[in-house]
């Protein structure tokens, strides 16, 4: 999918319009910090190394898995008892940050880097296709990766932005989570009803978003805040998803398996 290009010809949408200022792409460091307060799931041996399986024929190299969802972890968890409980009993549920992953990928090459495959939740999926379908079908055929969903209003259209509880700065959210947005969404239309008729979700993709943050100088990245889904919030309050956030350990167990 050809990704929205974060701010190319869009300004904030808010009570005001704000001016900024040029900046430079963001740093992995950056980029890492925003992406810090994103929990997910994996899993890994008592060791806490995840578990690992090969790469396609034509592909050098393992992957691992982490999910944006607990159906998800769970469906993984069930085929692995059925179709290798030996290493299925050695697993264990541990919690992770995408800005952890993230600083994996950027630090690891060469052949036995570990690639990681994120996982998004099916509803959250089934949310971007359906969303897709009604502005692109064309798009949302090629769709292929993690969705995130942003709002936008006005004519032209611009990135809707709130006010930051903790120091009252304009930030743009972004959401793993439609319904979420879509709250953001009603409460903007409230506050803003000259605007109200031009407000809606697009979809992009967790992948372009984090590769034109490293390539392009975009003022507005700066301002981008991704927000957990309420799903994940709630699984890490919860006594199940109390395993302490930790940087991946060097990969152990191989269930059998190629990732196509």
Do not use: C
């Not at 307060?37 to 008592?46: C, E, F, Q, R, Y």
């Not at 691992?64 to 030996?86: M, R």
């Not at 930051?164 to 009803?193: G, H, T, Y």
Request: no cysteine.
């Amino acid at each position: 999918m050809k990704h929205l290009g974060l701010g190319f010809a869009l300004g904030l949408v808010s009570s005001a319009v704000l001016a900024v200022q040029p900046t430079h792409a963001l740093t992995d460091a950056q980029i890492i910090e925003k992406l810090q307060s994103i929990p997910v799931i994996t899993l890994t041996d008592k060791s806490g190394a995840p578990l690992v399986a090969p790469l396609n024929d034509k592909q050098k190299g393992v992957f691992t898995a982490v999910y944006l969802g607990q159906k998800e972890v769970n469906a993984t968890l069930q085929k692995l008892k059925t179709s290798n409980p030996t290493i299925a009993k050695q697993l264990q549920i541990r919690v992770v940050t995408l800005g952890d992953v993230y600083k994996t990928q950027v630090t690891n090459s060469g052949d036995k880097k570990l690639n990681v495959l994120i996982v998004p939740s099916e509803a959250q999926v089934k949310s971007a296709i359906s969303l897709l379908k009604k502005n692109d079908p064309t798009k949302a055929q090629q769709f292929d990766g993690v969705p995130l969903f942003v709002g936008v209003a006005g004519k032209p259209k611009g990135y809707v932005s709130i006010n930051s509880a903790q120091d009252n700065k304009r930030i743009i959210p972004i959401f793993f989570d439609k319904e979420q947005l879509q709250a953001v969404l009603d409460k903007f239309k409230r506050e803003q009803p000259k605007l109200a008729p031009t407000a809606e979700i697009q979809v992009i993709s967790l992948d372009s978003l984090l590769t034109q943050m490293r390539a392009k100088n975009e003022p507005l990245y700066s301002q981008i805040i991704l927000a957990r889904s309420r799903e994940m919030a709630e699984y890490v309050a919860n006594p199940a998803g109390q395993a302490k956030p930790t940087t991946p350990a060097k990969p152990a167990v191989k269930p059998n398996g190629t990732k196509k």
